[in-house]
C-alpha cells in the first residue's frame, strides 16, 4: 500500500552518469521557511465578485469619544494552511481585523468592540 500522509510528498530522482558499486551519492533537498508580513485566520478572510478582502476597524474621534468603522481592505493571499492565511495588501500590521460577527458587516459600518478588545 503507498500511503502518503498530509504535508508529504513523494520524490523520484533520475541519476545520470556512472556509478560505480559502493559508492555513494548525497542528496540535499532544502525546504524553505517563507517569512509572511500578514498572517490572519481564515475566518477573516471574506470574498465576493471583487474579490477577497479583510474588514478592518478603523478609528474615528469625536466629541462624544471613539468611534469604530469597518473598512475593506482588498487582499491577495499568499499561502494558507488548516487556521491561517498568509495575505498580502494595504495594511499596516497593527490594525484589528474583525474574525467573527454577529451581524453581517461591510465596509463603512459602525461597529461595537468587545470589551476584551478596547481594554
Known sequence: MNEQKEGMHRLTFEITGELGSGQSVTLLVEQSKDQYDF???????????DGKFLLVIRTRNSPL?????????????QAS?????????ALYGNEYVVITSNFPLEGGGQVRLMDSVID
Open 81 to 89: 494552511d488548516e487556521t491561517s492565511v498568509a495575505v498580502s495588501g
Open 65 to 77: 469619544g471613539s468611534r469604530y468603522y469597518t473598512e475593506r481592505v482588498p487582499i491577495e493571499v
Open 39 to 49: 498572517v490572519v485566520p481564515n475566518s477573516a478572510v471574506q470574498s465576493d465578485k
